[in-house]
Structures are given as C-alpha cells and as structure tokens.
C-alpha cells in the first residue's frame, strides 16, 4: 500500500502556542480516512496546515514528492485539494463560474469532463447554475464548495466539517456523495465532528485530543472503542460508563 | 446664466469626467484584487502622456530605459526568489518577461523615434512603455509585499509615487508638454462644437469600459481576477495565483492611465507632476464608489468631471477645493451607513 499523503511529525503553532504536536497520519490510494475529534482539537489547523495556509514544521509528502516548500496554488497542482470549513465561494459570482474556476488549471477540454461528473454527481446544482453563489441555501454551498474542488480533478480531497450547520437529511446527501468518490478514484481525507456518520464511511480513523493523535485504526475498530464512544459517539456501552 | 454656456461646461465636465471614470475604474480593479490603492495611478497618467508627446516631437523618452533598468532589477528579484529550485524553464521565462520584453520595446521605441512615425505607432510604443512599467512596479514593489496590511502597501504606493514623479522630473524636465491631436476634425451640434479629440475620448471610454466589462464577464482570466476580488483565499485553493492576478490588474491599470494621458494630452498641457491630481480625482471617483463598485464609480466620476467644470468657471481660484470637498459628505454618509467596522481579515 502506497501513501498518497504522507504527514510525518508535524507541528503547528499559532505563535507560541502549538496548536498540532507532532502529528503523523497517512491516506493511501482510493482510502476514505477520517479524522474526529472535539471542537478545538486542532483539525481544522492540521488540515489548513497540510494545503499550505498555515505554516508546519515536519514533513508533508503527496504523491511521493515532498511538497513542504509549496505555496497553497502549486499543491493544488499536485493534485491535493481542501474544502474549507468556510467554504471560501466566490459569493458573487454564479455557480457555473464558480465551477469554471474550479478547473482554472486543468485543460478546457477535460473541464468538460469535470463539469458532466460534477452535475451528475450534484444534480442541484446544474439546477442552480445561473444563480449567485451568494444567494445558494448551506447545504447547496457545501455542495458547491465540494463541486468546485473536484473539478480541478483532485487525486486528494481534504473536507473540513462538511456537515456543519446543515439539515440531517442533507448531510446524508453530503456523506453518501463522500462514499461515492471512492470509486471514482479520489480518496479523501475527512475531518468531522458528526463522529458517527464520518466513521460509518471511513475505512481509517484519528482520533485527536488538544492537538495530538490518542488512536488510531480501522474505522469499525475506533467506533466501537469505548473512549471513543463516551467522548464522540454521545453513548456509552453498558458497563463501561467510567473510563 | 445662459444655456450655451451651462452646455458647454457640461460637455466639458463629461469629457473629463470620461478621463476620471476610466482612472477610477482602474483604482478599483486593482485594490480589489491586490488591496494596494494606487497613489501612482497618475504617474502612469503623465508618462503615458509624457511619452506620446516626446515621441511626437521625435525623440528618445526615458520612460524607455526605465521599462529596461526595471526589467533588469525584476530579473533579479526572480532569480533570487526561485533560487530554491532554478531550472532552465524558470529561468527562460523569468528572461523573457524581465529581459527581452523591454529590450524589445526599447528597440522599437529607439528604431522609430526621430522618424516621422505614424500617430497610432507613437501611441501604441508609449502604451506598451508604461505597460511594461506598471507589471515590473508590481513585481518590485507590491509583490513583495503581498502579504502585509492595507496600510503598509499604502506607505509603498506612496513611496512608488514619489519615487515615478521624481523620475519624471528627469526624463522631461519641468517644462509642461503637449502632444499632436488624434484627429482634427469638429463639427457643431445647435451651439456646441465636438472636436475630433473630444469624440475619441467618449468612443475609447465606452469602448474601454466594454471591453472590460466583456474581460471580467466572459474570459477566464476575468473571472480569475474577478474571484481573487472576491475571496483570495478561495481563489489560491482553486489555484489562482495571487501574483498573477496583480499582474493583470497592475497591467491594465498601467495601460488605463497611459491611454487617459493620451486622450487628455493634446486639450491640456501636462507637466511631470500634473498626473497626481488628475489620479486624485479619480481617486474620489473611486471613494464615492466605495472602492467596490464599477458602475457607482463611474458615475461619481462624471459627477467630479462636471462640479470641476462648474466650479472652474465660476469659482476657478477654489477649483480643486470644491472638488475635492465633495468627498467629506461622501464620507460622512458611509460612515453613518457602515453597520459596523470590519474587522480587516489578512
């Protein structure tokens, strides 16, 4: 099993104050990994960390090429994308543009192919693809926000919290369209409060405490760790109710 | 007063507000897209303008060699900053841009000047001067600067300013400078009489602000600097560079202000340091409009080009004061209408 992205040893620091400590975690080929943990653990900061938002110490490797001295663009060229917790859409431009731009490096004519993949995985969207970004309800944004990172034809697609703030029937939307990457050949690397569904999906799992990793291990093996239930999953198994 | 005189200046208040209009588009373009509000704007103006006129009168304009010695100096800056990985493409086209470009302009400019070139020769050699100008002030000044606050890349553009106009003090003395019309036709319309000069203003305005409008509408790379505008962040994760979106908007604020010294050149004489008041009006153009909106802009500007031309007619000695008083109810009003401060994100 080959690393698609590789993390080995980093560390973040906002100032003085390490936010990630000496994290190390690996996505392979065609691998959903999740990474769970409470508000404040430090994931959104591993992950901006990882695209280049944030400065690491350590090393990052994609695709079996050190890519610690990129900037956030020349990442994206290897094939490595984030969708942020904000999503970071262009609000006022419609949602087709917004699309095209998601292909701003790629080929005019695999653009093509990227849109038909896009719609058909979001139907909405082709739907709504003359109204303003701005204007979409969040659980469109959050498709449109995955839509436009796809689109550059990612190998990787890092998702920060891709349910947060959205209707329960959508985010089964969201995460049934996570499982269907993988077989469209794009791994991911999800990081999640909804601890449930993400290990539902996910073939691996972090599990991450004020900014380290405490588990590791199979997804099924992390959902019915008794930790894991108590702090994440929101029950406990009989008998097990002190940790 | 009489209708024909009131006529008249509104005609003169629109053809200058055409001018102020272009140059206020231009400063919005460029601090929505790189955050840096452009003092030099009027720099561009005058050399432009500067430019075509020592080019009429056949000879050699220093902006020429500037466009090169910058050239030179950005060669630099990319060799340094790619020291990390210098591979042959990188270097080729660091060349390319940094060396050849200007070297090239420059040859041109030096293989026609004294000659008794055509008027659209001399015009497109002063454009791709100071448009080769503004790309290397972007990469030598701005660009290295990317990441700092509102307030530092002001203190640079001022700097950038003063910096152009002492050099335009050198390259064509203090004498004040006039360059050939672009066409000498008129003909009259009831009691106002249109010039050739005044009409290209009007048709290279609109067509300006088309073709803009069509750029950012329609082309790729509109939209690429569209959406840098609108969320850099966003624009960097779909792999936008920054750099290359203050690139264009340096490129065509260059282009804008050298054609409005073109246009205004040949009805006004222009000194070395008459650009920064013209950019300055431009500038209020711009304020009115929020420094966000294209169409407020614009129609600020005409209404700056007008209250000029009034107010030179019956105040002149407070001209520039009552122009540039229109700016505080302006502010006052945003002030009043601002629901809060933002908190400045980078």
């Given at each position: 099993m080959s690393a698609l992205l590789k993390v080995t040893d980093a560390h973040v620091a906002y100032g003085k104050v390490?936010?990630?400590?000496a994290v190390s975690l690996e996505v392979a080929d065609n691998e959903i990994v999740t990474i769970i943990g409470a508000n404040g653990a430090g994931k959104t900061t591993l992950l901006n960390a990882i695209m280049g938002i944030l400065p690491l110490t350590g090393g990052v490797a994609f695709a079996g090429k050190d890519?610690?001295?990129?900037?956030i663009e020349d990442r994206v060229a290897t094939g490595l994308s984030l969708v942020p917790e904000h999503r970071e859409?262009?609000?006022?431009?419609?949602v087709e543009d917004n699309l095209q731009l998601g292909a701003f490096r790629i080929a005019k004519a695999v653009a093509a192919r990227s849109f038909e993949r896009v719609y058909t995985l979001f139907p909405r969207l082709k739907e709504r693809r003359?109204?303003?970004?701005?204007?979409?309800s969040g659980g469109e944004q959050q498709m449109l926000a995955m839509g436009r990172a796809l689109m550059g034809a990612p190998k990787l697609l890092m998702l920060d919290?891709?349910?947060?703030?959205?209707a329960p029937i959508i985010v089964a939307d969201i995460f049934r369209t996570i499982g269907e990457l993988r077989a469209a050949g794009v791994s991911v690397l999800l990081v999640e409060q909804n601890a449930q569904a993400a290990l539902k999906i996910a073939d691996r799992a972090y599990v991450m405490e004020l900014g380290e990793f405490i588990l590791n291990g199979p997804a099924s093996e992390i959902a019915t760790n008794a930790r894991v239930a108590a702090s994440y999953l929101g029950f406990t198994h009989e008998g097990e109710s002190k940790i | 007063m009489n209708t024909t005189i009131m006529l008249f200046l509104v005609q003169d208040g629109i053809t200058n507000g055409a001018i102020y209009a272009l140059l206020g588009l231009a400063l919005v373009l460029v601090f929505a897209v790189t955050?840096?509000?452009?003092?030099?704007q009027g720099e561009f103006v005058t050399f432009g303008a500067l430019t075509y006129a020592t080019l009429s009168a056949g000879n050699m304009p220093g902006t020429a060699q500037l466009a090169v010695a910058m050239g030179v100096v950005a060669f630099g800056l990319d060799l340094f900053g790619g020291r990390r990985s210098l591979h042959l493409r990188l270097v080729a086209r660091a060349f390319a841009i940094n060396i050849l470009l200007p070297v090239a302009i420059y040859a041109l400019t030096y293989w026609f000047?004294?000659?008794?070139?055509p008027i659209a020769v001399n015009i497109a050699l002063s454009l791709l001067i100071v448009a080769a100008i503004g790309l290397f002030l972007y990469r030598l000044v701005f660009q290295p600067l990317a990441h700092t606050s509102v307030l530092v890349l002001l203190i640079a553009s001022v700097g950038a300013h003063l910096a152009l106009q002492g050099l335009g003090l050198v390259f064509f003395g203090a004498e004040g400078q006039r360059g050939p019309t672009i066409s000498d036709a008129a003909f009259m319309v009831g009691p106002l009489r249109f010039t050739g000069q005044s009409i290209a203003v009007y048709a290279i305005t609109i067509a300006f602000i088309v073709g803009l409008w069509l750029f950012f509408g329609l082309t790729l790379y509109g939209k690429a600097l569209r959406a840098t505008a609108v969320n850099r962040l966003g624009a960097r994760l779909v792999g936008i560079r920054t750099t290359l979106s203050g690139q264009i908007a340096f490129l065509l604020a260059s282009v804008i202000g050298a054609l409005s010294g073109i246009l205004i050149v040949p009805i006004t004489t222009l000194y070395y340091d008459t650009g920064f008041l013209i950019g300055l009006k431009g500038f209020i153009a711009a304020i009115i409009g929020g420094l966000v909106s294209y169409p407020l802009t614009a129609v600020a500007a005409l209404v700056v080009g007008t209250v000029e031309a009034f107010s030179s007619f019956y105040a002149s000695n407070f001209k520039e004061v009552i122009v540039f008083t229109l700016i505080l109810p302006v502010l006052v009003l945003r002030s009043l209408a601002a629901p809060e401060v933002e908190e400045e994100k980078d």
């Open positions: 390490e936010a990630v400590r890519i610690l001295q990129l900037e859409l262009f609000g006022t431009m419609n003359k109204q303003l970004a701005g204007t979409l919290e891709p349910s947060l703030g959205l | 955050r840096v509000i452009l003092i030099p000047a004294g000659k008794n070139t």
